[in-house]
């Protein structure tokens, strides 16, 4: 039986990869700039910022 901590640890992880399929989505599909034309350089702050937040356990 799955506890309370274990839902919220799995909802964050699903969170995780939602990102990065709207991140894909929205540069190859929807064309939003600056998001289309930016090198994966430019990403990778950015993305660490949010997944480091969504991964780190709330206190």
Sequence with gaps: MRGRRDDERLLRAELVV???VGVAVVRSAVGL???RDATSDDL???LRDVVEALL???H
Excluded: R
């Design 33 to 35: 700039q600056p998001l």
């Design 18 to 20: 939602a990102l990065g």
């Design 44 to 46: 990778i702050g950015p």
């Design 56 to 58: 780190t356990p709330p």
